[in-house]
């Protein structure tokens, strides 16, 4: 009897530093419970802020998501946008190039998300609402059988207390090995959830390396779906390039002349010419020419007339000052000066030689001049010195159209203002511009390309090649009249000699 009592007691201390230690082993295991809770919230949070990134809808299937993308929308409008404007217009051209490519850069991000979400969005869902949540269950359900062992091994620890203040013991006895079994039973239980709540969490943190890969996959999978995106975008800018640069309707104003000139194919800047046409039949006579300054809104009209092509110009050859002025602005708002600005240094060089030294310098550099601002200089002086022999008339002899023109045509490329540069240069441009106006045919004796049709028909010329109906010019006898001792030849003027 002692002896069995003995026994008992002795199970009964082993169980009770076997709960002790059980205490022990929950609290260490509840720190780790905190800390794959806190991955869990982490994961959770970053796939719903993923998931709200991605601009189809998640789990459709691929035809369904690509119609739903914005950029699919996108390119539907474009290439609805550009059939109705037809391929006569730019824009309506660019429109169904670009829809095109937004429509191909769509394919791509629904192939990206689709990615993204199988390798990326599924695991880290099946860790944040899956994996860690079993974990977690398991920590809850070992809690659980903890209690039921401890309340096991109470009862039992009571019984064997009954045996000694008993007077039946062998029934006590018997009742005490019930209780024991139903220890043991209880701890074994214990055991087996210890056991599969360890080797979860073992495994958890053995694949951590796994789960951090998921980022790693998102970052390469947006670099693909970037690199292809780009490779895609580089492959449609050259051709949609080509369409911007062959379309010939592009502003003159601002526009540097060679790209003018290439762009149009012509000899002459349209500005130019077509103001010149205009004054030769109206602004001769007109007092202050290039002086006086016109109306803001008539010469912000013509601007943009001669900027769309139009040939439309009528009612601008009553207002000849309205028609100088966009000449002057044409000159002004060139990118580079007419006569240029590698030769600014020369220009100012010549001006300061000796009056009998300076004609000389000044036709050395002004044949140094690029094939086309030359073409376009001389045709403009020539111009500028039929102007002056009317000056009795308009008050403008070469001295005055050189300090009202001259700063157009010759800057320096500093910075500051157009008045300070112009400042800066009016005192030498005019030394330079002066007898270059005085002396037009000893410059340029090789005449002048002046075209032999009115401005109405420059401006036919333009959108003829547009597939517009040109409009008839007038004939030669009046281009003779207004250029004086100059013979037609249908296609140049050239001094009679």
Same mark, same amino acid.
């Given at each position: 009897?002692?002896?069995?009592?003995?026994?008992?007691?002795?199970?009964?201390?082993?169980?009770?530093?076997y709960?002790?230690?059980?205490?022990?082993?929950?609290?260490?295991?509840?720190?780790i419970?905190?800390?794959?809770?806190?991955?869990r919230?982490?994961? +959770?949070?970053t +796939?719903?802020?993923?998931?709200s990134?991605?601009?189809?809808?998640?789990?459709?299937d691929?035809?369904?998501?690509?119609?739903?993308?914005p950029?699919?929308?996108?390119?539907?409008?474009?290439?609805?946008?550009?059939?109705?404007?037809?391929?006569e217009?730019?824009?309506?051209k660019?429109?169904e190039?670009?829809?095109?490519a937004?429509?191909r850069?769509?394919s791509?991000?629904?192939?990206?998300?689709?990615?993204?979400?199988?390798?990326v969005?599924?695991?880290l869902?099946?860790?944040?609402e899956v994996?860690?949540?079993?974990?977690?269950?398991?920590?809850?359900?070992?809690?659980?059988?903890?209690?039921?062992?401890?309340?096991?091994?109470?009862r039992?620890?009571q019984?064997?207390?009954s045996?000694?203040?008993g007077?039946?013991?062998?029934?006590?006895?018997?009742?005490?090995?019930?209780?024991?079994e139903?220890?043991?039973?209880?701890m *074994?239980?214990?055991?087996?959830?210890?056991?599969?709540?360890?080797?979860?969490?073992?495994?958890?943190?053995?694949?951590?390396? !796994?789960?951090?890969?998921?980022?790693?996959t998102?970052?390469?999978?947006q670099a693909?779906?970037h690199?292809?995106?780009?490779?895609l975008?580089?492959?449609v800018?050259?051709?949609?390039?080509?369409?911007?640069?062959?379309?010939?309707?592009k502003?003159?104003?601002?526009?540097?002349? !060679?790209? +003018?000139?290439?762009r149009?194919?012509r000899?002459?800047?349209? /500005?130019?010419?077509?103001?010149?046409?205009?004054?030769?039949?109206?602004?001769?006579?007109?007092?202050?020419?290039?002086?006086?300054?016109?109306?803001?809104?008539?010469?912000?009209?013509?601007?943009?007339?001669?900027?769309?092509?139009?040939?439309?110009?009528?009612?601008?050859?009553? !207002?000849?000052?309205?028609v100088?002025?966009?000449?002057?602005?044409?000159?002004r708002?060139? /990118?580079?000066?007419?006569?240029?600005?590698?030769?600014?240094d020369?220009?100012?060089?010549?001006?300061?030689?000796?009056?009998?030294?300076?004609?000389?310098?000044?036709?050395?550099?002004?044949?140094?001049?690029?094939?086309?601002n030359?073409?376009?200089?001389r045709?403009?002086?020539?111009?500028?010195?039929?102007?002056?022999?009317?000056?009795?008339?308009?008050?403008?002899?070469?001295s005055?159209?050189?300090?009202?023109?001259?700063?157009?045509?010759?800057?320096?490329?500093?910075e500051g203002?157009?008045?300070?540069?112009?400042?800066?240069?009016s005192?030498h441009?005019?030394?330079i511009?002066?007898?270059?106006?005085q002396?037009?045919?000893?410059?340029? /004796?090789?005449?002048?390309?002046?075209?032999?049709?009115?401005? *109405?028909?420059?401006?036919?010329?333009?959108?003829?090649n547009?597939? +517009?109906?040109?409009?008839?010019?007038?004939?030669?006898?009046?281009?003779?009249?207004k250029?004086? /001792?100059?013979?037609?030849d249908c296609v140049?003027?050239?001094?009679?000699k």
């Amino acid at each position: 009897m002692k002896k069995q009592f003995n026994r008992m007691k002795q199970l009964a201390n082993q169980t009770v530093g076997y709960a002790k230690d059980l205490f022990s082993y929950i609290l260490s295991y509840a720190q780790i419970e905190r800390r794959m809770e806190l991955v869990r919230v982490v994961s +959770h949070n970053t +796939h719903k802020r993923m998931v709200s990134c991605l601009q189809g809808h998640i789990g459709a299937d691929a035809e369904k998501r690509h119609k739903k993308l914005p950029l699919t929308a996108l390119s539907q409008a474009m290439v609805e946008g550009g059939n109705q404007l037809g391929e006569e217009s730019l824009i309506g051209k660019m429109m169904e190039v670009c829809g095109e490519a937004e429509n191909r850069l769509a394919s791509e991000l629904m192939q990206h998300e689709l990615q993204i979400e199988k390798d990326v969005l599924d695991p880290l869902s099946q860790l944040a609402e899956v994996d860690i949540p079993n974990i977690l269950k398991q920590r809850k359900q070992l809690a659980k059988l903890v209690l039921d062992y401890d309340s096991a091994r109470a009862r039992w620890l009571q019984a064997t207390k009954s045996i000694i203040s008993g007077t039946n013991t062998q029934a006590l006895t018997a009742k005490a090995d019930l209780l024991k079994e139903e220890v043991d039973e209880a701890m *074994n239980k214990v055991e087996l959830c210890k056991d599969q709540l360890a080797a979860d969490m073992y495994s958890f943190f053995s694949k951590e390396g !796994d789960y951090a890969r998921f980022f790693v996959t998102l970052l390469e999978a947006q670099a693909d779906y970037h690199r292809k995106s780009l490779t895609l975008l580089e492959g449609v800018l050259p051709t949609i390039q080509a369409q911007q640069d062959s379309w010939t309707e592009k502003p003159a104003f601002g526009t540097g002349l !060679d790209e +003018h000139l290439k762009r149009s194919g012509r000899e002459i800047a349209l /500005p130019i010419e077509a103001c010149v046409m205009m004054l030769l039949e109206t602004g001769m006579k007109e007092e202050g020419l290039f002086r006086i300054a016109a109306g803001a809104s008539k010469l912000k009209k013509l601007k943009a007339a001669l900027d769309c092509s139009t040939s439309q110009l009528e009612e601008f050859y009553s !207002d000849p000052h309205a028609v100088a002025g966009a000449l002057k602005s044409y000159l002004r708002e060139l /990118p580079e000066p007419l006569m240029t600005y590698q030769l600014y240094d020369e220009w100012i060089q010549a001006s300061r030689q000796d009056p009998d030294k300076r004609l000389q310098a000044l036709w050395v550099v002004c044949d140094k001049l690029p094939k086309n601002n030359k073409t376009n200089l001389r045709y403009l002086v020539k111009f500028l010195a039929k102007l002056a022999q009317d000056s009795e008339v308009n008050k403008m002899t070469p001295s005055n159209i050189a300090i009202v023109l001259g700063p157009n045509l010759l800057w320096a490329k500093t910075e500051g203002s157009l008045a300070e540069m112009a400042a800066a240069t009016s005192v030498h441009v005019v030394a330079i511009m002066e007898p270059i106006i005085q002396h037009a045919d000893w410059f340029f /004796p090789e005449g002048c390309i002046l075209t032999s049709c009115t401005v *109405n028909a420059v401006m036919a010329e333009v959108l003829r090649n547009h597939q +517009h109906h040109p409009l008839p010019a007038r004939n030669h006898v009046w281009l003779q009249r207004k250029l004086g /001792p100059f013979k037609c030849d249908c296609v140049t003027l050239t001094p009679i000699k």
